[in-house]
């Protein structure tokens, strides 16, 4: 076990940049989180239930609590500082104690897309995680089909490591999975 990573992890960052807010959730974010979870969001998102209900996200906010505490992941709102709400959520989880490596996952409210703000929130992620952290990986998991996150990833460096064929059952069909993942220099 690594102690430095159980150190490090004892307090909820926030993490800022002139566009976005990284910060712990509250109950409070449960309303807009249920509302922000539409069809659209959930179609590339591997185990996100739908619809989504105010109850699911009371569930992922106390998941996220009992997790940081196990110093396994942290789950992060993603206040746009514009207009200082809560537009997405980003995850750094799966932290792997023994291997230093961990995964970053997002979403955000299509009412959000396509203004940078997932490209900057996980470079403040994976800024943390390498140097604040000390993590040696970051990975993730996207469907093939999700352009818009292929490209997110390619943005922040991460490079195709490789995939998955009809590795996950969605909406009826298979999906093939590429991994991605940038390592600490
Ligand atoms: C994937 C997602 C997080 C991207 O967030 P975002 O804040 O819109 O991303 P950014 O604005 O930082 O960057 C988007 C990039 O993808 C590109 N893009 C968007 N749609 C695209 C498409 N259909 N095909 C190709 N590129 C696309 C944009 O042009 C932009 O690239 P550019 O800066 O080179 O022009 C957002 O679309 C989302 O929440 N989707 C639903 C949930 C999801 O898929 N999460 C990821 C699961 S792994």
């Known amino acids: 076990m690594n102690i430095d990573v159980l150190i490090r992890l004892s307090e909820f960052p926030t993490l800022v940049s002139s566009s976005v807010r990284l910060r712990r959730l509250g109950y409070k974010d449960i309303p807009i989180i249920a509302r922000h979870v539409t069809a659209e969001v959930v179609r590339y998102l591997m185990d996100v239930p739908y619809p989504y209900k105010m109850i699911d996200a009371k569930r992922f906010i106390d998941k996220s609590r009992r997790n940081f505490k196990a110093k396994m992941e942290l789950n992060f709102a993603i206040d746009f500082v514009s207009t200082r709400t809560l537009v997405g959520i980003i995850s750094l989880h799966k932290v792997d104690q023994i291997n230093n490596s961990g995964q970053i996952s997002y979403w955000l409210g299509q009412n959000y897309w396509n203004m940078g703000i997932a490209t900057e929130s996980i470079r403040l992620v994976i800024r943390y ?13 996207v469907f093939d089909s999700n352009k818009a996150s292929v490209r997110v990833l390619e943005k922040n460096h991460l490079r195709k490591e490789g995939g998955l064929v009809d590795s996950v059952f969605k909406q009826s069909r298979y999906h093939n999975i590429l991994n991605s993942s940038e390592k600490s220099h």
């Open 129 to 141: 995680a390498f140097n604040v952290l000390r993590l040696h990986k970051i990975y993730a998991n």
